[in-house]
């Protein structure tokens, strides 16, 4: 059963930075692609980021290019989120997920990432 744990959430300011991760289990995780997805309140989910398998090609929604990073670590199963200059509308639950992450059960928990002075 593939399983997918989020951390690293939290309350973070304007301005601020966190780091997320998500260690994967049940399945073999150097061969899937991953993704970052969040969801605000009562808004549809948002793509954020993907990671190929080898972690050499990555992709950034428009809205995050340039503060957040995605990285992944295939020895230890973990996928990261790097965050910077967070600002108020990045606030929500962040999920990783592997392909497709539309489909529920490809997705972790979520951690919460609430960005507020």
């Known amino acids: 059963q593939v399983q997918l744990v989020e951390s690293g959430g939290g309350l973070v300011q304007p301005g601020g930075s966190l780091r997320l991760s998500c260690v994967a289990s049940g399945l073999t995780f150097s061969n899937h692609t991953m993704s970052w997805v969040r969801q605000a309140p009562g808004e549809q989910f948002e793509w954020v980021s993907t990671i190929n398998s080898d972690g050499s090609m990555t992709h950034y929604a428009d809205v995050v290019n340039g503060r957040f990073t995605v990285t992944r670590d295939n020895i230890k199963n973990t996928l990261y989120l790097e965050m910077s200059s967070l600002k108020p509308k990045d606030a929500a639950q962040y999920y990783c997920?592997?392909?497709?992450?539309?489909?529920?059960?490809?997705r972790g928990q979520g951690t919460q990432v609430t960005v507020s002075s």
């Open positions: 997920a592997s392909s497709p992450w539309i489909r529920r059960s490809n």
